[in-house]
Nanobody, 126 residues
Framework: QVQLVESGGGLVQAGGSLRLSCVVSGRPFSNYPMAWFRQAPGKEREFVAALSYTGLSTVYADSVKGRFTMSRDSAKNTVYLQMSSLKPEETAVYYC???????????????????WGQGTQVTVSS
């Protein structure tokens, strides 16, 4: 059974930084794309970033380009989302997700991803 567990959320002031982690268990880590999404109260789930199954390509939402960095440590079965210059409007629950299809392509669409973590709350105060 594939499980994803996020951590690293918390309360931070506007302009601050946080690093989120997502540990994957239940299957080999490589060969599957990974993604981060976020969902604010009353809003739809929003794409943030995705990492290809090779770990060599990343895609970011325009709103986070230049401020967020997604990476992975295959030895630790972990993906990260380094967030800087955070804004109050980025307050949300952040989720990591992965696809069940072997070597599938990166997607910004949440419906492509079959496995999700429970989410970690990020609160940015003004």
């Amino acid at each position: 059974q594939v499980q994803l567990v996020e951590s690293g959320g918390g309360l931070v002031q506007a302009g601050g930084s946080l690093r989120l982690s997502c540990v994957v268990s239940g299957r080999p880590f490589s060969n599957y794309p990974m993604a981060w999404f976020r969902q604010a109260p009353g809003k739809e789930r929003e794409f943030v970033a995705a990492l290809s199954y090779t770990g060599l390509s990343t895609v970011y939402a325009d709103s986070v380009k230049g401020r967020f960095t997604m990476s992975r440590d295959s030895a630790k079965n972990t993906v990260y989302l380094q967030m800087s210059s955070l804004k109050p409007e980025e307050t949300a629950v952040y989720y990591c997700a992965t696809d069940r299809r072997f070597q599938s392509s990166i997607s910004r669409i949440p419906e492509q991803y079959n496995y999700w973590g429970q989410g970690t709350q990020v609160t940015v105060s003004s």
